[in-house]
Every structure is written in C-alpha cells, then in structure tokens.
C-alpha cells in the first residue's frame, strides 16, 4: 500500500461532530481532496473497508483525500434519533465550513478540490452561495450524479421519488422521529427528521429556498461563483440522478465553467453506469475516476472563470 489512512473527529460548535478519514500518499502530488456524500448514505461510497473506491485510488495517485462523514453518518454522531435532529441549513452553513477547515489545516494548504456524489452536491453548492468566501479555497469540483428538482417521469420516478422519498419516508419520519434508512434497506445510513424534511421540499419545489430565512440560491448563483465545475450523470440512473434533472441543476447553479457528462457506452465508456457504481464498480476505476482526476488537474492553478467549458 503506498499510502496510510488516520481517523480524525471534528467538532461541530452547535453539536455533534464530523469523522473524516484521511488518506495520505507517500509522495504528495497537487491539491488535496474532499469528499463529500449524498442523503441517506456516508463516505463509504467513496472507499471501501478491502482498500477499493475513489478514494485510495486517488491517493495511489498521489493526492491526499479527505473523506467525510457528515454528523449522524457513519461514525460521526450523534446518530439521528426521535430528538436528535440537524437541519439541512446546519449542515450547509457548519458542517461545510468545518470540513474545508479541516482540510486545509491538516494539509497545510490554501485550496483544494472537492467532490460530492449526489445530494452532496447540493449541499456544497448551497454552501458556495450562502459561504462565498469558502470559492477562494476551492480550485475545482466534480459532482457525480448531482441534482435537486427531480423533474423526469418514469416508473423508476415515480417509485422512488414519488412514492417512496416524498411519500413513505415522510410517514416513517413522523413515527420514529428520524428516517430509519438503514432498518428499511433504503440507504445505508439514516437521516436527521429536519434534514430529510428540508430535502424533500427542495426535490419538489421549483425555488431553491431556505425553509427557515427564505434565502434564494438560485439568485445568488446567477450572479457566477461555483468553481469549475465537472457534472457527471449515469446514462443508466433513471431517477436518482438523471441527466436530464444533473443539466436542470447545472442550470440552478448559474453561470460557472463546466463540463457536463453521461457516463456510459454511447461516450466510450464499458458500461451504462447508474447512481451508485458510477463510484463503486469496478470498470469506473478506468472509466470515471480518470476523468475526475484529469477534471481536477487542469484546474489546479484556474481563476475563477463563467466561461462554460462545453
């Protein structure tokens, strides 16, 4: 192995704490890297407990990645119980801020760059637009799957947006006080009532607005900001990230440079890749990770730009 990997918690000043795994190459080349994951799920999708996923194989590229767990996931508490609850906005505002600083601190750099599956997205790009100050650390980014309205209609839609998010979770939430993602083999970890409740309205809502101040990301995005940005979407992801709904949120984050992608055999990629094994099979080790990297290498040194990269 020619890295090492350390454990490390970070407090949260309004409670709780975030876990971030740290991998560590032996000889350390560009920026390092932050990653961030989706609802109900933890940074696992990132590395896995054998050595394999995005995360080890960026730091045998010489990268440092730090992987973060956001607080109630994975070993990071508290876990979401009737009672224990962060709200989305927390999560944007304190989590976000935190894990850049730490970041930074522990790599004793100024900027780096950051990549977030699904959900996770949104959560940094809300952060970007609440936090302006944190774009001047971030060289780049590379969202997998990423949107917020979920427009498409489709059976796979209607199951699990329509049925399952917006109307089964919503009812198991008010029974247990938290979503019980884990018990019902919907996600592999469990979310906080307030977050989950937050998320649903911005799924479904057209404006892209705080609940509890009314601030409007979309407005402020239009103004330009999001660093260059590369948006991956699965040709195969039906629901969950469809490239339709991934251009829809390319479109809320205002004018940013970017690149837009469809993962699969139509691009030259082996296979038509989904919401979650764009991260976690095997065959994205040559197909996708090398286009993330690549995405982030020729950006270690931009400014800040609006220029679209089509």
């Not at 906080?192 to 509890?212: G, I, K, L």
């Not at 101040?213 to 991956?232: I, M, N, R």
């Amino acid at each position: 192995m020619d890295y090492q990997s350390s454990q490390h918690r970070i407090p949260i000043a309004t409670g709780g704490e975030l876990n971030l795994i740290r991998f560590q190459p032996e000889r350390i080349h560009g920026l390092p890297i932050l990653c961030w994951h989706g609802a109900i799920e933890s940074g696992r999708i990132f590395h896995s407990r054998s050595g394999k996923g995005m995360a080890p194989w960026l730091a045998r590229q010489g990268h440092e990645v730090m992987v973060i767990d956001q607080r109630g996931r994975g070993s990071a508490s508290p876990r979401p119980a009737r009672g224990v609850s962060f709200s989305q906005r927390e999560v944007v505002i304190d989590e976000v801020a935190a894990a850049l600083a730490a970041c930074l601190n522990l790599s004793g750099q100024s900027r780096c760059h950051v990549m977030a599956h699904s959900w996770g997205g949104v959560l940094i790009a809300a952060h970007l637009a609440r936090v302006p100050g944190s774009r001047e650390c971030i060289a780049s980014q590379v969202y997998f799957g990423t949107k917020r309205r979920v427009r498409v209609q489709n059976p796979s839609k209607w199951l699990y947006i329509d049925l399952i998010w917006k109307g089964l979770a919503p009812l198991a939430r008010h029974l247990c006080g938290y979503l019980p993602a884990r018990s019902l083999r919907w996600g592999s970890d469990d979310e906080y009532a307030a977050s989950h409740a937050e998320s649903v309205a911005w799924v479904r809502e057209t404006a892209w607005r705080d609940p509890e101040d009314d601030f409007d990301y979309v407005a402020v995005l239009a103004q330009g900001g999001l660093p260059p940005t590369l948006h991956l979407a699965g040709h195969r992801d039906r629901a969950l990230g469809h490239p339709r709904d991934v251009a829809r949120f390319v479109e809320d984050c205002g004018p940013h440079r970017h690149a837009l992608r469809v993962l699969g055999r139509e691009n030259g990629q082996r296979r038509d890749y989904g919401h979650l094994d764009m991260l976690t099979h095997p065959d994205a080790v040559e197909d996708v990770y090398p286009q993330a990297l690549a995405w982030c290498q020729a950006h270690q040194d931009d400014a800040f730009s609006v220029e679209e990269d089509t």
